[in-house]
């Protein structure tokens, strides 16, 4: 606190410092604070700007972290430097002056690396071995390392080592991802060292480089773009490597000075953003009529301030204007007035290899542009550019800071004569990386700009606080993630118009959380992965896919966020473990430190906008603000680790957060398998999956069972729970036939599984419900013989074991068959067997086991049977029973079952108004349920009873859209109506069939019956 009371003094602002005290600001949290925050402490509008451009102008760094004991995972750039030629430099050397020598080159390795951002690991004779990336990550990591790396190689060829002799370093650099920190042992023995392939490979490379030169890996190269020149080496073999490395010599920096240009090659047509163009573009006519303005783009890393800003340039580019660009650095923070004497070298077309005077003929004819009178200007810009001006000008004797006041006014002015000229668009980028000399200009020019024909587009991360708001020329625009649909347009642009498959791009829109650049990577990270196979039109998934890794090029800017907060880390990294959301109450209770302490942690997270906070705590809910900010803090921590945290999680979920177990068993499964609880794990997935079946969230169910048996599969014969094999094989038929279809192949063959289990730890109670869905399998299939051996087999369980519910069970599905199969007469005995199922203790058991109530389906199958054998009195007085008995139960799906066998009863007693009244009534009941198959049946059963009361043309229309339900879903369903029965509908299974069958004979007008198996399975299309 004291600190902060000594800084406020410093700035004349000692009178807050009792309310910082009071407030808890201290040092740590000082760059966190925003404009909002130093306005609820009392702090007025004059002294929050002052307080908020004191802080900008602090070291950005701040001293650097001192590397963390506990290891970690990260994605690191390794430097490798090592010395020419030193052995013969020994032998020609005393040792005193080799050790002096020695010391120098050190110190100026060091330096270099350090004045970069790196961090000097070791020294090993005479090399040197650096880390871009640790302790702390930056996102331009790579860079700065090649930066460190072409200084390094200068500074040494600098150093002086006597007459005729100078010293030459070869220098190689590998981006990737590695293990560092503590790896030997606990405090004394902490190394820093790192584990991983890019040390190796650095210095191989270093081996390979000419002296005086930088080498770099692939996928060092990848991250730097176009900010260098480089000549590719080719493929190189290395040793220890089994495939020969592209490797790259950097010969110095490009001429491409936007970063944007540089970094962000491939460009995908501009989706979105209207509002913000047409705005861009009213300003600019505004300012040709001389009202200057100003347009400040503010927005997160990668949300497309560049390209909006670009767009811009692009669209004006056909209105005559003069074009001014200019670029901060994050390099270049200190260096006085970077963006605009790099942009004045640009535009007056310095070269290399240009002579003074040369220099000095193209600045004067570059300022003669805006300038008449150049006896002021060409000296101060000149000693700006660094160009001597000989005697061509007399010589100014200013004081540095007079020379500082013309040099801006000469700056200024030379704006106002280009202005003068034509109009002008400027683009000011990066202001949160712009040196304080240049924040001057800038406030200068934007005060200016209000009378000038120009349009000055300024660009920034919130991080920077502008001072210019709510002046009447300036206006804001805050740039907002991009919406749901336009990502998966944006996927589509950077896959070249092949669609991903859906889990993947689902995958991308979820964690991208529509920040344009991490669409892209992500999108290209996946394309280049290998996960994927393009079939020409679209890129289908090789296997099973997996969570999507962060992309390499995402990796540095996403650790850098963490890395400004490195004490509260570990509660990042909790956080991560527990999800993209997590309440107070529980990180309180997992972290298991002091209160304060988590209380405290958290609200730096907060403050540094990594998570968003929703209510106080202790009822405060916190979320990750980007997903791939979780995944990065996940990503550092080590495998080990990472156990101990899920392992604290379950326990503490089960000891303490029971409503959480109950109702989230699939996050208890997640937390048990990482922490390798494998047998809780798989019994958490069987009560996720029969959660989800009981929910007919059919996918999720399968994809929970079906983890469930994998995790099963990978664990050892002893502790194997077999009984949730069994019952996960069960739920997940059950599943299937809802998820595929009935008849797909592939829930046959996990019946049949699940048959053998249950045969071999000898479960009948689990065998009927098995045999029933067998039973169902076969039928819809039109496999009857095998579905009739189904029912009979359910009988004989039933008789064998005195089991009275699977007997009658067996009755009714076996009724059920012979029904199908138009064997009326034995259909009609079994199903006349079936009144037990009327006990409501059958019912409860079968409820399990069948969708509608087997005792009134009976009725219902029954009733339909004594019709079609003539007994129209007992057929229609056992429907109404039937429909009673579902009416009674409240249960739609039943009354809806029973409905259509109503109207098939009444259609053929010849009362096609009560069919039709009927037919209205099922058809309202499966739309308002989401029932298709029952769907169809009504359409047809209300197109039948219409024809049969004369209206044959509306009669015929409803009963080809009830033919074309069963034929692919009912465009018109719901979803929910489509989810909830359409697997019957898939192409391949047998009502589809038989729909088609009908249709076509719908369409041919055949009424001819059939025989057969096609015949009794499409008994009621046969009917109508
Ligand atoms: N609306 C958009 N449509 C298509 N692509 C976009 C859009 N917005 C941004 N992009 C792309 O996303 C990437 C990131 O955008 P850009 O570089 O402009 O972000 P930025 O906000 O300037 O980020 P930084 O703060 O890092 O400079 C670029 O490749 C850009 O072309
Ligand atoms: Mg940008």
Redesign the pocket.
């Known amino acids: 606190m004291q600190q902060i009371a000594e800084w406020l003094e410093k700035l004349g602002l000692g009178q807050y410092a009792q309310r910082f005290a009071e407030n808890d600001i201290d040092p740590s949290v000082l760059r966190d604070l925003t404009d909002h925050d130093l306005e609820k402490i009392g702090v007025s509008l004059g002294h929050r700007r002052k307080i908020l451009r004191a802080i900008a102008e602090l070291d950005e760094l701040g001293p650097r972290p001192a590397p963390r004991a506990e290891a970690e995972r990260r994605q690191l750039t390794v430097l490798f430097a090592d010395l020419v030629g030193s052995t013969a430099l020994s032998t020609r050397l005393d040792p005193e002056d080799l050790q002096e020598i020695m010391g120098a080159y050190h110190r100026c390795c060091a330096e270099q690396i350090e004045k970069f951002g790196g961090f000097v690991a070791r020294y090993m004779g005479d090399g040197v071995l650096a880390y871009f990336g640790y302790p702390r990550a930056d996102e331009d990591d790579a860079e700065r390392a090649i930066c460190a790396g072409l200084a390094l190689v200068a500074a040494v060829a600098g150093l002086d080592v006597g007459p005729g002799a100078r010293l030459r370093v070869r220098v190689g650099i590998a981006t990737g991802l590695v293990i560092v920190g503590d790896l030997i042992g606990e405090g004394a023995s902490q190394q820093h060292e790192v584990v991983g392939e890019a040390p190796n490979l650095a210095s191989r490379l270093q081996a390979l480089a000419e002296p005086d030169t930088v080498v770099i890996d692939g996928g060092t190269r990848r991250l730097v773009g176009g900010l260098f020149e480089y000549l590719a080496l080719g493929s190189v073999s290395i040793r220890g490597f089994s495939d020969p490395v592209p490797v790259w010599r950097v010969m110095g920096a490009s001429a491409v000075d936007s970063r944007?240009e540089a970094l962000?090659v491939a460009?995908?047509?501009?989706?979105?953003?209207d509002e913000e163009i047409e705005l861009l573009m009213c300003r600019w006519q505004q300012i040709k009529r001389g009202d200057g303005s100003v347009v400040l783009i503010s927005?997160e890393?990668?949300?497309?301030?560049?390209?909006l800003a670009e767009t811009a340039v692009e669209r004006l580019s056909d209105d005559p204007h003069i074009r001014l660009r200019r670029f901060c650095s994050p390099h270049h923070q200190d260096s006085a007035l970077f963006p605009t004497i790099s942009q004045l070298e640009r535009a007056a077309g310095f070269r290399r290899d240009d002579t003074d005077q040369q220099r000095l003929d193209k600045l004067e004819a570059l300022l003669a542009e805006a300038n008449a009178d150049l006896s002021e200007a060409v000296p101060l810009i000149a000693d700006l550019l660094s160009v001597p001006i000989g005697n061509h000008y007399p010589p100014l004797n200013l004081t540095p800071q007079k020379r500082k006041e013309k040099t801006l006014g000469a700056l200024l002015a030379q704006l106002e004569g280009l202005a003068a000229r034509r109009p002008v668009l400027m683009v000011f980028e990066?202001v949160h990386w712009i040196d304080p000399t240049s924040l001057d200009l800038l406030d200068r020019i934007v005060d200016r700009v209000a009378t000038l024909r120009v349009l000055l587009i300024i660009?920034f991360?919130p991080e920077f606080v502008p001072a210019w708001i709510g002046r009447s020329h300036v206006t804001l625009i805050s740039l907002s993630r991009?919406p749901r649909r336009q990502r998966a347009e944006?996927i589509m642009r950077v896959t070249g118009g092949k669609a991903l498959p859906q889990e993947i791009a689902e995958q991308i829109i979820d964690r991208t959380d529509g920040v344009?650049?991490f669409i892209?990577e992500l999108t290209k990270t996946v394309i280049e992965s290998g996960i994927l196979t393009d079939a020409g039109d679209r890129f289908d998934a090789r296997g099973p896919v997996p969570r999507l890794a962060i992309p390499t090029s995402l990796q540095a800017s996403l650790l850098a966020r963490l890395d400004r907060l490195a004490p509260v880390r570990e509660m990042a990294q909790i956080g991560a473990a527990l999800g993209r959301s997590f309440s107070h109450e529980l990180i309180s209770a997992v972290a298991a430190i002091p209160q304060h302490e988590v209380d405290g942690a958290l609200a730096q997270l907060v403050g540094a906008e990594l998570v968003f906070q929703r209510g106080t705590p202790p009822d405060a809910e916190y979320t990750f603000k980007h997903a791939l900010v979780q995944d990065a803090a996940y990503s550092t921590i080590l495998r080990g680790r990472r156990q101990q945290i899920h392992a604290r999680v379950a326990t503490t979920l089960e000891s303490q957060f029971p409503e959480i177990v109950a109702a989230q068993p699939q996050l208890m499964a997640h937390h048990c398998a990482e922490a390798g609880f494998n047998g809780k794990a798989v019994g958490y997935r069987l009560k996720s999956g029969q959660q989800a079946l009981a929910r007919s969230a059919m996918t999720e169910a399968v994809a929970q069972l079906q983890r469930g048996l994998e995790l099963l599969a990978n664990m050892p014969e002893e502790p194997r729970p077999v009984q949730h094999e069994l019952d996960l094989q069960i739920a997940l038929g059950r599943a299937l036939m809802a998820a595929r279809g009935y008849s797909a192949p592939v829930v046959g063959d996990t019946l049949v599984r699940a048959r053998a289990l249950a045969e071999r730890f000898d479960r009948p109670d689990r065998l009927v419900p098995l045999l029933y869905s067998q039973w169902g399998f076969h039928m819809v299939r039109s496999e009857h013989e095998l579905a009739v051996s189904l029912a009979e087999q359910m009988e004989k369980f039933g008789e064998t074991r005195k089991d009275q519910v699977a007997l009658l069970l067996g009755h009714y599905i076996h009724g059920a068959s012979c029904y199908f199969r138009g064997e009326f007469v034995t259909a009609r005995a079994l199903l006349e067997l079936c009144d037990g199922l009327r006990d409501p203790a059958a019912r409860a058991i079968c409820a399990a086991i069948a969708v509608a109530d087997p005792y009134a389906a009976s009725l219902g199958h029954l009733a339909l049977t004594l019709a079609l054998l003539g007994h129209i009195d007992q057929g229609r007085a056992r429907v109404d029973e039937a429909l009673s008995e579902a009416r009674g139960l409240d249960h739609p799906f039943t009354v809806a079952f029973v409905l259509s066998k109503v109207c098939a009863v009444e259609a053929a007693a010849g009362l096609p108004h009560d069919a039709r009244r009927h037919a209205e009534e099922l058809v309202a009941l499966s739309n308002e349920h989401g029932f298709p198959l029952w769907l169809g049946l009504g359409l047809l059963q209300h197109g039948r009873s219409l024809t049969a009361l004369g209206q044959a043309q509306d009669g015929l229309a409803m009963l080809a859209r009830g033919s074309r339900c069963f034929v692919l879903p009912e465009p018109s369903c719901t979803r929910r109506a489509r989810s909830a029965f359409s697997p019957r509908l898939t192409p391949r299974s047998g009502i589809c069939r038989r729909g088609r069958i009908a249709s076509s004979r719908l369409r041919s007008s055949s009424r001819r019956p059939t025989s057969g198996p096609v015949r009794s399975s499409c008994i009621d299309f046969e009917a109508i």
């Open positions: 944007f962000r460009r995908t047509p501009l989706l979105g953003r927005g890393p990668g949300i497309g301030k560049s390209r990066d660009t991360r991009l944006m344009p650049l892209e």
